[in-house]
């Protein structure tokens, strides 16, 4: 069993029991979920991952103390922490008097400033250019057991996707590096007989493959180590053999002309035109003047 289901089942069998039965007075104000940081909360996380913060805890998310008190805050950490120590064999996690940083009981509004630096959400046009996407993806990831007041789902729904305008000058950046990367610079580090530079950029190439990719796709990119695992979910699963061969050395591995075959067949997943030139027409397309006349790179 994955952590998320794991977390959803302590929180059927005895999480919901709890609120239901000794808070039914902040049902219609509270969250319930596995959200943040951590494989388990995209389903990524296997055996191996079972040897830390592998527990069956889950996140209560509390609206403002104006809403919710700080006393009855208190006592629904009380009630939490009562529960079992153990569930399914697994042992659950610590939690601060405070609740944890990860799991148990939160206020939504310091969850969603520490992920995204706004309390309630609401991104301005520069947040959502700059922005890491695995922070996006804490937020928008994971699953929402519960949603007493609906607040927590119509945030995350918002937060689902780039705006398209956004997601254009976001893919236009890394596309441009990706192009710098696999067209020129890895062949000057070769010309210059730097190897190992040349291979940092077959790792440059390959790195903002991976972000095209996924912008391509309207999708949020993970935390790098969940990058390759991620890629299986999308249409683009059926380059991750030829991604991986790549960063096996691959500016060491190939002839100069191999090499420039099989990062050509890279781009081509994603346009036959000249690279560059398909980047500066895709943020040309941009609607927003504010947006289209940033630097080309000024997301990456």
């Not at 040349?198 to 790792?203: E, F, I, K, S």
């Given at each position: 069993m994955n952590g998320l289901a794991l977390s959803r089942d302590f929180y059927e069998e005895y999480g919901k029991p709890l609120l239901t039965e000794r808070f039914p007075e902040l049902l219609d104000r509270i969250s319930v979920g596995l959200l943040?940081?951590?494989?388990e909360v995209l389903g990524y996380d296997d055996a191996l991952s079972e040897d830390h913060d592998f527990t069956p805890d889950f996140c209560i998310f509390l609206p403002g103390e104006d809403v919710i008190s700080r006393r009855e805050a208190f006592l629904l950490e009380r009630g939490y922490n009562s529960l079992p120590k153990e569930y399914k064999g697994v042992k659950r996690a610590v939690l601060s008097p405070a609740?944890?940083?990860r799991r148990g009981v939160l206020r939504?509004?310091?969850f969603l400033t520490e992920k995204l630096g706004v309390p309630d959400g609401e991104l301005t046009?520069?947040?959502w250019l700059q922005i890491?996407?695995?922070y996006l993806l804490e937020v928008t990831g994971g699953e929402l057991f519960y949603d007493g007041s609906g607040e927590f789902s119509a945030i995350r729904e918002k937060l689902a996707c780039y705006p398209e305008d956004v997601r254009k000058k976001r893919l236009a950046g890394h596309l441009v590096m990706m192009a710098q990367a696999g067209t020129y610079n890895v062949f000057r580090c070769l010309a210059h007989k730097e190897p190992a530079a040349?291979?940092?950029?077959?790792?440059e190439f390959v790195t903002e493959a991976l972000e095209s990719f996924f912008l391509l796709e309207n999708r949020y990119l993970p935390y790098y180590k969940w990058r390759f695992r991620a890629l299986r979910d999308t249409g683009y699963r059926d380059a991750e053999?030829?991604?991986s061969d790549l960063l096996n050395g691959g500016a060491f591995r190939y002839t100069e002309e191999e090499l420039k075959a099989r990062i050509q067949h890279i781009f081509e997943r994603i346009t036959d035109e000249d690279p560059g030139k398909y980047a500066y027409g895709i943020n040309d397309s941009i609607r927003d003047p504010y947006i289209r006349n940033l630097h080309i790179l000024y997301c990456v």
């Open positions: 943040g940081a951590g494989s609740g944890g940083a939504l509004s310091d046009i520069e947040q890491p996407s695995q040349a291979q940092l950029a077959v790792t053999p030829e991604l």
